[in-house]
């Protein structure tokens, strides 16, 4: 049943009134108007002046009119303004209609409640909660607190559930029907409450919940079933109401199931009158367990280990209880069997422990010579642990002493190969230079080694460009590929990367010298991938590969692996171990993958990093200028070693440069002064005489100039600190031995600079 809208009544009421007062004003004009003629047409007689009793009367008639044209205006306004509200009346009862037929449509229960939260409108829907209830429909004007009320305390509602999650609140009806309470405000203050019947989806939800307990209930039923003890539930009324296959067929008397049976009919009276003071124990809320010999339906004896647990409900009270028995009748033979076997042992202990006690004096004799033994052998392994350690920091330590006369030799050969001689003679200086490089690499894989296990090598870390380190590695292997006659392929790379350059470019030079020593004909790859945020730098080959089993050997000491009828090479094994090291000091995961037959993959995974800002390391006051190679440069020579300064000299007065060497400071000022002699560059060795270093040398000589000059600094230490500390002077660091194309690579870029 529709109610009209309040809002439209005093609109009505209002016009209505006006009107009338109107047509009121209206006739009061006309009697006037009418009134005023009589007199005017009646009084003539009378007046004394006629003329001015006309003049007069047409001037009360111009004024009749002009009161009966506003009149008629008026009027004629009014007529528009009825036949606006009249059609305004069948729009808004129109616009009703239409509101209740929609309300009506609704499949769900609809009630508007206005300001003041009193029911307004409701459709059938919710109107047949209340029928199909027999209760009395709330009529317009109950308040919505009214019809909550009636509908709890008449039974409408059964049950009312609400959920902080969940929208609106779910009743339970009398009918057995679950509806959906949501409510939403009007824009003047009132209620518009929907009741959604959700009957459907509680009734599948609550099948959803009805087959997930009877799945839970089957698996549990399948899991104590394979329990190998007795389990069963006892209500309060010591009724059994579960129990497993086990339980089932002890207890089960003449093939009957004790399910639903009581434990005074299940058990034996004598058996019952047992267990009954555990039975109130566990009702009275306590965990009991005891020990029972039972006889069986088949008249074998068992002794049975008894648990019972209390079982509690919401409101702490007692509802039945737990039931766990386990067969210990084994374990009890077994304990009687133990206590048999103990008294025997007693018996035979005491007649042995006569004997005994004359082997227990000869058994501390030998014990006492045991412990002996054990710490000579104790002290010869600290020994050789001691002396192995020694060894190797012998070795780390003395790397500078092993290398200097080596970095001479070297000088001293490269300056032979820039001067000309005959074929034989060169040779012959060529198989020179060969030599010292295998006794280089040899020496210096010895040395390297015994500094990684002495832990004289640290990593520094820094972000660098892969460009460099690649095209140097690639254009050092390409010319020692092209000797043997294999390809290197070089794929470029300008990845920024976070790891040490000199350890890592140590691991790609291992992995391309054993790619080219081991592969006898085809071609090799140097290049990379990216990862994520890693790249994987990779070497393959064309090689004979390496067999599976033998992967993680390589990796060891003095481990090579030679494919049969191939030439020895002059190795010692140490490469792959060298790279071992060094990638797990950095971090860097390195793997292996190879094919027999068709070649391997040695990779090395390195971070992706980030370029910090450069501070400039030389003078920008200083103007050098070469036109060719190193013509022309002024090179100041400073080593303890007259046999180094006499090789350097040697090579770089072959690469025409200006060359004045030095074994110590004194020695530099009696030829020149350092103060205001020309030079272009300084190469020092970091280990001087006399507790002396090259960084403070030439700390000094620049001191004294108006321009510092640019520095090389020559050492066979390894360390970070000292690479960090001639990184943060602006020098240039080389280790020892000294390659000549290297170091003339590093001059002119220095000289060019």
């Known amino acids: 049943m529709s109610v009209p809208d309040k809002t439209d009544i005093p609109e009505t009421d209002d016009r209505d009134r006006r009107i009338a007062e109107l047509e009121a004003e209206n006739e009061r004009l006309r009697r006037i108007r009418d009134a005023l003629i009589v007199r005017v047409e009646s009084g003539s007689a009378h007046k004394p002046e006629p003329y001015a009793a006309f003049e007069h009367s047409v001037v009360l008639a111009e004024q009749v009119r002009e009161r009966t044209e506003a009149l008629n205006q008026a009027m004629e306004e009014l007529k528009g303004s009825n036949k606006a509200l009249s059609r305004a009346r069948e729009e808004a009862e129109t616009t009703r209609q239409r509101l209740s037929d929609a309300i009506e449509s609704i499949a769900d229960g609809f009630v508007l409640f206005d300001h003041r939260h009193c029911l307004i409108q409701s459709n059938s829907r919710f109107r047949s909660y209340w029928r199909q209830a027999g209760l009395a429909v709330p009529g317009p004007g109950t308040s919505i607190a009214e019809v909550k009320s009636q509908a709890v305390v008449s039974g409408l509602i059964a049950e009312e559930h609400s959920h902080p999650d969940s929208e609106g609140v779910v009743f339970l009806l009398s009918n057995g029907r679950w509806v959906q309470m949501t409510e939403r405000p009007t824009r003047e203050g009132g209620l518009v409450v929907l009741y959604s019947d959700i009957t459907e989806v509680k009734n599948s939800e609550m099948a959803r919940r009805i087959k997930a307990l009877e799945e839970s209930e089957r698996w549990i039923r399948v899991v104590t079933d394979h329990v190998p003890a007795l389990i069963a539930y006892v209500g309060a009324d010591m009724t059994i109401q579960f129990c497993n296959k086990v339980y089932e067929a002890w207890y089960g008397r003449k093939g009957e199931s004790p399910l639903g049976k009581r434990l005074d009919h299940v058990h034996s009276p004598e058996l019952y009158q047992r267990l009954l003071p555990q039975i109130l124990d566990v009702m009275d809320g306590h965990n009991v367990t005891f020990e029972f010999e039972e006889t069986g339906e088949q008249g074998g004896v068992r002794y049975m280990l008894r648990s019972y647990v209390p079982n509690f409900d919401e409101q702490g009270d007692i509802i039945g209880f737990f039931v766990l028995i386990r067969d210990i009748t084994d374990r009890r033979k077994t304990a009687l069997a133990l206590e048999q076997a103990y008294d025997n042992l007693e018996r035979r202990v005491k007649e042995r422990t006569a004997a005994l006690t004359g082997l227990n004096n000869q058994l501390r004799q030998e014990i006492t010579e045991r412990a002996a033994v054990e710490a000579r052998l104790r002290d010869a392994k600290l020994e050789a642990e001691r002396a192995n350690l020694s060894k190797t920091k012998f070795l780390a330590a003395v790397s500078h002493d092993l290398l200097q006369p080596l970095n001479a030799a070297r000088l001293f050969t490269s300056a032979l190969l820039e001067q000309s001689f005959g074929p034989k003679a060169e040779g012959l200086v060529r198989s020179v230079s060969t030599s010292l490089d295998d006794v280089e690499n040899l020496l210096g894989t010895l040395v390297d080694i015994s500094k990684l296990d002495a832990g004289v090598i640290k990593p520094d870390v820094t972000a660098f460009d892969l460009r460099d380190l690649l095209n140097n590695i690639a254009r050092e292997f390409r010319q020692m590929a092209m000797a043997e006659g294999l390809s290197l392929d070089f794929v470029a790379s300008s990845v920024i990367v976070e790891s040490d350059s000199q350890l890592l470019a140590r691991i790609l030079r291992n992995f391309l010298t054993n790619a080219i020593r081991y592969t006898g004909q085809g071609r090799i790859l140097l290049g990379c991938r990216r990862q994520g945020g890693h ?76 370029l910090q800002p450069r501070r400039p390391e030389l003078d920008q006051n200083r ?5 060719s190679g190193l013509g022309g440069a002024r090179i100041w020579v ?110 002119s870029h220095l000289l060019r600079s």
Not at 547 to 573: H, M, N, V, W
Not at 623 to 627: G, M, R, Y
Not at 693 to 705: C, E, H, K, T, W
């Open 535 to 610: 790249v994987v730098l990779q070497v393959w080959d064309t090689g004979p590969g390496i067999p599976e089993d033998k992967l993680t050997e390589i990796f060891q000491e003095f481990k090579r692996i030679r494919p049969a009828g191939s030439q020895p090479d002059k190795g010692l094994g140490l490469g792959l171990a060298i790279v071992d090291k060094i990638s797990r000091m950095l971090g860097h995961e390195v793997t292996v993958s190879s094919v027999e037959g068709r070649g391997s993959v040695f990779s090395v995974r390195v971070p992706i990093g980030r």
């Open 623 to 627: 103007t050098v200028s070469f036109d």
């Open 638 to 747: 400073i080593d303890n070693d007259r046999a180094i300064c006499q090789g350097m000299k040697t090579l770089l007065e072959g690469w025409d440069c200006q060359v004045v060497t030095a074994v110590s400071l004194d020695d530099l000022e009696r030829q020149l002064d350092p103060a205001r002699s020309a030079v272009d560059l300084i190469l020092a060795d970091y280990h001087l005489d006399n507790d002396e270093n090259g960084v403070d040398l030439v700390a000094r000589i620049n001191g004294r100039r108006r321009y510092p000059a640019p520095v090389v600094m020559i050492t066979a230490n390894y360390t970070n600190e000292l690479k960090q500390h001639i990184r943060e002077l602006g020098h240039l660091l080389m280790n020892k031995p000294v390659k000549p194309l290297k170091l003339r690579s590093a001059l």
